[in-house]
T-cell receptor
Framework: GENVEQHPSTLSVQEGDSAVIKCTYSDSASNYFPWYKQELGKGPQLIIDIRSNVGEKKDQRIAVTLNKTAKHFSLHITETQPEDSAVYFCAARYSSASKIIFGSGTRLSIRP | DAGVIQSPRHEVTEMGQEVTLRCKPISGHNSLFWYRQTMMRGLELLIYFNNNVPIDDSGMPEDRFSAKMPNASFSTLKIQPSEPRDSAVYFC????????????FGEGSWLTVV
């Protein structure tokens, strides 16, 4: 069935270090993979996305990689800062149903 | 530009009461999604519409839940009768089209059923 698995569920890193969050998806026909950041009391906000015709995309300190063969994609945050503390969600669009399914989320904490 | 607007932001209601959550999507967007967020189940897609037509309601938990989109600028999610296990944050989101474009979330409606 449609499924997106996300790991880890919690992640604590020292300020300035890198953070990596990994996701796997089940539908090999999925072609769109967004990442969302959710701060306390707010709705998820898109921070970066990648389409299946691209293997990597970068935006300042944030990068995403996609391995279509293995059906997994990752979010990399470098030089982490306190404001990076939030819950991060990966997602995949299932082409058969054209709906976006979310992973279970990763609570990222940046230690000062 | 105004984002997705949801109301109410917070609601506390007694078990058995009817709850109506409202959503105004971003102007020009033709796809609308209702999600529910809980600690146990994360972000679940309940239903989505394209051009005001429900496309997939397989995520609606049971018959107590219903959603409508009478026009391009308004949607409702109704729970009748409400139960304590319905307590969650309900998000509405919209996008320009179903196929791949970014979906934008509202700030959510925090529902507590006591």
């Amino acid at each position: 069935g449609e499924n997106v698995e996300q790991h880890p569920s919690t992640l604590s890193v020292q300020e300035g270090d890198s953070a990596v969050i990994k996701c796997t998806y089940s539908d090999s026909a999925s072609n769109y993979f967004p990442w969302y950041k959710q701060e306390l009391g707010k709705g998820p906000q898109l921070i970066i996305d990648i389409r299946s015709n691209v293997g990597e995309k970068k935006d300042q300190r944030i990068a995403v990689t996609l391995n279509k063969t293995a059906k997994h994609f990752s979010l990399h945050i470098t030089e982490t800062q306190p404001e990076d503390s939030a819950v991060y969600f990966c997602a995949a669009r299932y082409s058969s149903a054209s709906k976006i399914i979310f992973g279970s989320g990763t609570r990222l904490s940046i230690r000062p | 530009d105004a984002g997705v607007i949801q109301s109410p932001r917070h609601e506390v209601t007694e078990m058995g009461q009817e709850v109506t959550l409202r959503c105004k999507p971003i102007s020009g967007h033709n796809s609308l999604f209702w999600y529910r967020q809980t600690m146990m189940r994360g972000l679940e897609l309940l239903i989505y519409f394209n051009n005001n037509v429900p496309i997939d309601d397989s995520g609606m938990p049971e018959d107590r839940f219903s959603a409508k989109m009478p026009n391009a600028s308004f949607s409702t999610l109704k729970i009748q009768p409400s139960e304590p296990r319905d307590s969650a944050v309900y998000f509405c989101a919209s996008s320009l089209q179903i196929s791949g474009n970014t979906i934008y979330f509202g700030e959510g409606s925090w529902l507590t059923v006591v």
